[in-house]
């Protein structure tokens, strides 16, 4: 009897083993997720990966993967730093929600009103664009992402000078165009409201009281903390390669956040719970609730490859779309060598931070699907193999789309003629330079030399520590064009996925020529019957035409003028060896127009 008892409690002891097994495995979904991540970081040759997950107001994973330094093996942590890049659009936005709380703009204000070194392309948009249409990329305006990333300056004023003479694509309103400017303004706002940098901001009203002790804004700070991942690219699809840092510093409130995993879960609890950290108010609840709803469609949204994913909508620095059932409000961020994913679903008081030091990388979206899957109790889904197949058909693509060189063509005129400045309004100044036989150029802080492919067209190449140009075919074609008089006057440039290129046009060096200098070129001139003046006004050599505006001229070369209001218009004057000037020509796009000066 006594056996049997034994045998029966043997048997209830087992039961209560394997329920309590049960319980263990559907109480932690996370559980062997770990090997999953090791995958992941093997499958899409991924340097290194931090991630954490919170479920209400609590951390309940948080963990690093592969390294923060592939040379010297040395491991990504929960606190390593990675750059956030576009993650940061959120904070940019709440400080103008704070702003709002207290009463100093609404959004609704017209942004230039807020902001006057703000002007866009016409008087209409001036007119139209309130702050909400920067906060939900609804302005009109396409990325002009090539501004920026080419041609930077920390000088802020400087870059939203470029948008004046940005060409809108849609009306505004009408349709979504992310741009990066956009949120370059909005801290340019919190800046001139505040009387603090952004920068300023950011660390008082959202790093120092939710205890983001490791994360900063500043390039140099981060590059020299002891926990700071590098930056990596992926070469031929098999190889991890180091790249550059890249100085975001003067398009900052768009995209310049350096944070960590486990500081950025502290930023996830204010939005989960709605707008609160350890019961201190950080952001209005009403805000939250704003900006976590949708303000514009992205696009259309329809499920496709998997039907339980729907909707693209943005809200005020977040995309909103349906995940399987479940309500989710996320935000990407790509920056030279990093990509990151913060998101959180409100219903399920759940946030998810992936942050990667691989540049334009799937790790992100790979990563935080698969936790979702597990947490929100679905049915997984191989988002890893996916991404695999995604990377092989990219390959595939990329391998047909590079420019067959033409054999045995030369440049149109002697490398020299190439260098000087060229310049576009909306993007900024190309300065070409000439060193031992080949021509050099500054794009994205990076000097690049410019290999000669066909006719008068070059391809911008990086250059190693040795001065090795890369072999591989850049994205970017610089094509050279000439005017009527046989000079080059500009190079085209394809940006931004524009259909044609971007024109940036020669700028000539102005030369300074004191007034007795520009005395003998003063006179009338004959044009057949036509007497065309040459004559001072204070320092500047003027040219009046009968019937038409006095033109204002600008010494571009040895004796030769550009005429200021008109493009492609200049005036050489002939000056015989004893300084004597006989004529002058017109040159200009129709032909070049002599006329004789009257003695």
């Given at each position: ?30 559980a062997?997720?770990?090997t999953l ?5 093997k ?24 390294y ?25 936005a709440s ?7 207290e009463g ?12 006057p070194?703000?002007?866009?392309y ?5 007119s ?9 990329h609804?302005?009109g ?9 080419l041609f ?18 849609a ?28 920068e300023?901001?950011?660390?008082e ?17 981060f590059q ?19 790249v ?34 350890k019961?201190?108010?950080i ?10 709803s949708?303000?514009?469609?992205m696009?259309?949204?329809?499920p496709s ?16 779309g349906?995940?399987?059932?479940h309500?989710?409000?996320e ?9 990151a ?6 219903s ?7 942050l ?37 058909a ?44 080949e ?8 000097k690049v030399v ?30 050279f064009?000439?005017g ?15 259909e ?18 520009l ?18 006004k ?13 033109y204002?001229?600008i ?8 005429l ?19 004529s002058l ?15």
């Open positions: 009897m006594k056996s049997i008892l034994n045998a029966f409690l043997l048997c209830l002891l087992a039961l209560s083993s394997f329920a309590q097994s049960k319980n263990q495995k559907t109480t932690d979904p996370l062997g997720i770990d991540f090791n995958r992941i970081l499958d899409q040759v991924a340097a290194g990966f931090s991630v954490a997950v919170v479920k209400g107001d609590e951390i309940i994973y948080s963990k690093g993967f592969g923060r330094d592939v040379e010297n093996k040395k491991p990504v942590t929960p606190n390593t730093l990675f750059a956030i890049g576009s993650s940061s659009k959120a904070f940019t400080l103008l929600g704070l702003l709002r709380k100093k703009l609404t959004f609704e204000d017209k942004a230039v009103s807020l902001l070194q703000l002007q866009f016409n008087e209409e948009m001036n139209q664009i309130i702050l909400r249409d920067l906060m939900a609804r302005t305006l396409s990325r002009y992402d090539f501004s920026w990333l930077n300056t920390p000088n802020r004023d400087s870059i939203i000078a470029r948008v004046k003479y940005m060409k809108p694509s009306a505004v309103r009408e349709k979504w165009f992310y741009n990066n400017f956009m949120y370059l303004a909005q801290g340019m706002i919190v800046e001139r409201i505040s009387s603090k940098t952004w300023q901001n950011i660390k009203k959202f790093f120092i009281p939710l205890e983001m002790n490791r994360s900063t804004t500043d390039i140099k700070t020299q903390d002891s926990d700071a991942s590098l930056p990596y690219t992926v070469a031929n699809g098999k190889e991890i390669k180091k550059d840092y890249y100085n975001i510093n003067g398009m900052g409130p768009a995209g310049s956040i350096n944070s960590s995993a486990n500081d950025m879960a502290n930023w996830l609890k204010v939005w989960i719970s709605g707008g609160f950290f019961k201190k108010e952001l209005p609840t009403d805000y939250i609730r704003e900006a976590a949708s303000q514009m469609v696009s259309a949204g329809l490859v998997h039907q339980d994913i729907f909707l693209a909508n943005y809200g005020l620095g977040w995309m909103i349906s995940y399987r059932g309500y989710m409000v935000h990407g961020g790509n920056i030279n060598g990093f990509s994913n913060v998101a959180f679903l409100p399920d008081k759940l946030g998810i931070v992936v990667s030091n691989q540049n334009g990388s799937q790790v992100p979206a790979v990563v935080r699907n698969s936790i979702a899957d597990r947490l929100l109790n679905l049915q997984t889904i191989d988002w890893n193999g996916e991404a695999r197949e995604k990377n092989k990219s390959m595939q693509v990329n391998k047909g789309t590079k420019n067959a060189p033409v054999l045995n063509t030369n440049p149109s005129h002697p490398l020299k003629d190439y260098v000087g400045s060229f310049e576009n309004p909306a993007y900024g100044i190309i300065k070409i330079t000439l060193e031992k036989n021509l050099y150029t500054v794009l994205s802080d990076e410019l290999k000669h492919m066909y006719y008068d067209v070059f391809d911008p190449r990086s250059i190693d520590k040795n001065g090795v140009a890369d072999t591989v075919q850049s994205s970017l074609m610089f094509n064009s000439s009527v008089d046989g000079k080059i006057q500009g190079v085209g440039i394809f940006l931004d996925g524009s044609k290129p971007v024109m940036f046009d020669f700028k000539p060096e102005v030369k300074i020529l004191s007034l007795k200098e005395q003998k070129y003063t006179g009338e001139y004959t044009l057949g019957p036509t007497a065309v003046k040459i004559f001072l204070g320092n500047t050599l003027m040219v009046n035409v009968p019937g038409q505006p006095e204002e001229t010494a571009t070369g040895t004796d030769t003028f550009n200021k209001a008109l493009k492609g218009f200049s005036v050489k004057f002939d000056v015989a060896a004893n300084g004597q000037v006989n020509s017109f040159i200009q796009p129709n032909g070049v127009f002599k006329a004789v000066k009257k003695k």
